[in-house]
């Protein structure tokens, strides 16, 4: 909608309202109109409405973008809508809008687009590393609300207070979350918000999470350069310095060893679940997208083409793989394929016993009833059988890193690994298990000590 209004100098300026921002600002496009002195005020009126209905088209239809007048928060907006909803997996979209929501745009949103530097950005990347840069507080379960929410199940928790089942369950095992989340359980169950959490102190951002922070940005400056808005993207020349790598986390034989002791009374289902992701190291949405259409029983071989994941807001959607490589077949061990055909007599004999009231559910992975298990409920399940069974703590994901450090340790190279993992390429693979990799130099080492001593025996 566009009005008009006089300034103290005789001219006029047009203003066309916008919508709102990520930060739930008003966005307002405006334009000065100067007129010539000799217009009757008939002839003025009729200038200033032609050219209000001019300048709300433009804007309308996005034709009066300007590097020198428009803000990184406005430009911002229009990535979101051209670039990010249509290129970005759900999965990826909601972190990324959060950061935007949460520190780019208060930091920088305020700045004209074509004046930016990369000096700018760089003292914002320092801003995050500092201790207590965050921009939102995090607030920890106290004893006291963790003895609350110990009488309530998990899904009780979801239906009573809207929030989202993952969250629910990071509270009850007393991990932080923000002040909303914190303050709408209070209001819900009309708790003391002073005895049922506390303020965290939360350390610096980590590499890795400024980086995501740095491609965001480098993303929109990027459009903004190929609409030639700017001349050029100020995000390229910044030095983000050495990025720590953060030491993936996974089990020993010995551990594994109390693993699958501890399933073997655990539901069919599951236990599937986890021998799965062991066996092949798939990730827990490509878990949740398998079909018994993608087990191959007479070649043992295990087609992946498709994830299925749960986002709040978004709910869930299936999408192929976050990669081109993550499309890809593997081979099953035999132990797989055997336990795999039980668990579909298992199906077959559920579907028999319940008769009509089964679901028929679509995918590999169901409920008893036949249900497709939801893509949470792995994760779920899984830290919940860590705890009973008092085994460390690792995430499902992790059952991954367990998969492709138990193949290092016994001779699988970096190549078949990255194929078998879905990885772009084996630097990735390489990159990620420099630790395990690392640790097969001294093996090398004996083996060309080996090597040496038969050399040396042929000589004799």
Request: hydrophobic share 30%; charged share 30%; aromatic share 8%.
């Amino acid at each position: 909608m566009a009005s008009i209004e006089k300034r103290k100098d005789g001219s006029y300026r047009v203003i066309v309202s916008c919508g709102y921002d990520v930060s739930d600002k008003k966005i307002r496009k405006s334009k000065t109109i100067k007129l010539p002195p000799n217009l009757t005020e008939r002839q003025k009126q009729n200038e200033l409405q032609r050219q209000k209905i001019l300048f709300e088209n433009e804007v309308l239809n996005k034709n009066y973008l300007d590097g020198e007048k428009i803000t990184f928060a406005e430009f911002t907006e229009i990535w979101i809508e051209k670039h990010a909803k249509i290129k970005y997996a759900p999965a990826s979209l909601k972190p990324c809008l959060a950061r935007l929501k949460d520190r780019i745009i208060p930091e920088l949103g305020h700045h004209k687009l074509s004046k930016i530097q990369t000096y700018h950005l760089e003292e914002f990347y320092n801003k995050l590393r500092n201790n207590g840069s965050r921009l939102e507080d995090f607030y920890t379960p106290t004893k006291n609300m963790s003895e609350f929410l110990s009488k309530y199940k998990t899904i009780e928790l979801v239906q009573i207070t809207g929030i989202t089942n993952k969250t629910c369950l990071r509270l009850k095992n007393g991990e932080k979350t923000n002040f909303k989340t914190a303050q709408k359980i209070c209001k819900v169950f009309d708790l003391d918000f002073k005895k049922m959490f506390k303020r965290t102190n939360d350390s610096p951002l980590s590499d890795k999470t400024i980086k995501h922070h740095h491609t965001d940005i480098s993303s929109i400056f990027t459009l903004a350069e190929r609409w030639n808005l700017i001349s050029h993207n100020p995000a390229k020349k910044v030095d983000l310095g050495k990025i720590s790598k953060k030491q993936v986390k996974y089990y020993d034989d010995e551990q594994i060893a109390k693993l699958f002791k501890e399933l073997e009374n655990e539901p069919m289902t599951y236990k599937t679940i986890i021998y799965l992701a062991i066996d092949v190291g798939l990730r827990s949405g490509e878990l949740c997208g398998l079909k018994w259409e993608d087990v191959n029983f007479e070649t043992g071989v295990l087609t992946i083409n498709k994830q299925r994941q749960y986002v709040s807001t978004f709910g869930v959607n299936e999408r192929q793989p976050k990669t081109a490589n993550g499309i890809r077949t593997v081979t099953l061990s035999s132990q797989m394929i055997t336990m795999l055909k039980q668990y579909k007599q298992k199906q077959a004999e559920d579907k028999l016993k319940l008769g009509s009231a089964w679901e028929n559910g679509e995918y590999l992975f169901k409920h008893d009833d036949g249900q497709d298990l939801h893509p949470t409920r792995p994760y779920k399940w899984f830290m919940n059988f860590l705890k009973r069974h008092n085994l460390p703590k690792i995430t499902f994901h992790e059952l991954r890193h367990t998969n492709a450090s138990l193949l290092i340790a016994n001779g699988v190279d970096a190549v078949t690994l990255s194929k078998r993992l879905g990885h772009a390429d084996k630097t990735v693979t390489l990159n990620t298990y420099s630790h395990a990799i690392q640790s097969k130099e001294t093996q090398a080492a004996i083996t060309m000590d080996n090597l040496y001593s038969r050399l040396k025996k042929k000589c004799l």
